[in-house]
């Protein structure tokens, strides 16, 4: 079946240090990725919506300089959050889909645990 | 907008019993309800959707939702829980303009005692 792969699936990293996500879709072309922060013990919230192509649409509260979002082809959305600070520790996860309506199907990757020290 | 409100964080129960997470949503527009299970460190897998077909609606792992419109709810249930239920619930709506954008409620963690 469809996959959607996230790499990396954990990542330690500095204050003060960018960090990549990769959000690919493995067997199918993803018009539309989306990307959501799941805080500790506490529910998904969505960030921004990635198109390909074209700039990505954020969140009301979310800081586009703080997490910026590529979408520069049909099988990759990257998410790099600049400067990171433990408070941004989370876990991010995309998921991706062909288009927007009700018989398009949709698919999650498996996450990133994202660690700032 | 959308919005959808689980009620209690925790709920726990006995391995055979039944198992009922609380949905409660709010929708401008027709909703697009889902539930998903999240096992630990990892991503979320889709228990069962509602997109306005029938309203009671059936899912994996014997899992079942019913749409009721009067009490804009979409509770989950499943007749006898299973050890391997244990995990987390989340009940999500659909944004209005994208069917694949979604808005989560806070999760539910079940917990099934042997």
């Known amino acids: 079946g469809a996959v959607v792969s996230q790499h990396p699936s954990r990542v330690i990293c500095k204050s003060g240090t960018s960090v990549k996500i990769e959000c690919r879709s493995l067997d199918f072309q993803a018009t539309t990725m989306f990307w959501y922060r799941q805080f500790p013990k506490k529910s998904l919230m969505l960030m921004a919506t990635s198109n390909e192509g074209s700039k990505a649409t954020y969140e009301q509260g979310v800081e586009k300089d703080k997490f910026l979002i590529n979408h520069a082809s049909l099988t990759l959305s990257t998410l790099t959050v600049t400067s990171a600070h433990p408070e941004d520790s989370s876990f991010y996860i995309c998921s991706a889909s062909v288009g927007t309506g009700s018989k398009s199907p949709l698919h999650f990757g498996n996450g990133t645990r994202l660690t700032v020290t | 907008a959308q919005s959808v409100t689980q009620l209690g964080s925790h709920v726990s129960v006995s391995e055979g019993a039944l198992v009922l997470l609380r949905c409660n949503y709010s929708s401008s527009v027709p909703p697009y309800l889902f539930w998903y299970v999240q096992y630990p460190n990892q991503g979320l897998q889709l228990l069962l959707k509602?997109?306005?077909?029938?309203?009671l609606v059936k899912g994996i792992n014997g899992f079942e939702a019913e749409f009721k419109k009067s009490e804009t709810s979409f509770h989950l249930t499943k007749p006898s829980a299973h050890m391997s239920d244990a995990a987390e619930y989340f009940c999500?709506?659909?944004?209005?303009?994208?069917?694949?954008?979604?808005?989560f409620g806070s999760g539910t963690k079940l917990n099934v005692k042997p």
């Open positions: 509602y997109t306005s077909a029938a309203t």
């Open positions: 999500a709506v659909s944004s209005s303009d994208n069917f694949n954008k979604f808005y």
